[in-house]
């Protein structure tokens, strides 16, 4: 088998770390983000990068997809991908997993 991840789409996890056997998960971040509704708010409002308001919310919704990747890769996964980042190896996609337990 000829496995293929880009180390620049590794979400969670240490790529250096990764070995064949090794459970792997892929999530489409975009999704996930366009379900919080910090998010949502910045969409509504037409907020630009750089302003004030984007920023803190920017912030929030990161803060608030670290805490559930971590949350849900914790002890079962190694890596967590971006979706279209893992080739040749079998994943498990917990992006609507991720977005069906969040707390808003």
């Given amino acids: 088998m000829n ?14 770390t990764f070995k ?10 975009k999704k996930v983000y366009e379900s919080f509704k910090e998010y949502k708010i ?7 990068p750089g302003t004030a308001r984007y920023t803190h919310l920017m912030s929030t919704c990161t803060t608030k997809y670290k ?3 971590k949350k849900h890769a914790y002890g079962q996964y190694v890596l967590v991908v971006e979706l279209g980042g893992v080739k040749d190896y079998k994943t498990t ?9 969040k707390v808003l």
């Fill in 3 to 16: 496995v293929y991840i880009n180390p620049d789409l590794v979400r969670y996890g240490d790529f250096h």
């Fill in 42 to 48: 910045i969409l509504k409002e037409n907020l630009k």
């Fill in 20 to 29: 064949e056997g090794d459970k792997v998960a892929v999530v489409d971040s």
């Fill in 67 to 69: 805490n559930l990747l």
């Fill in 93 to 101: 996609n917990i992006t609507h997993s991720i977005i069906g337990t």
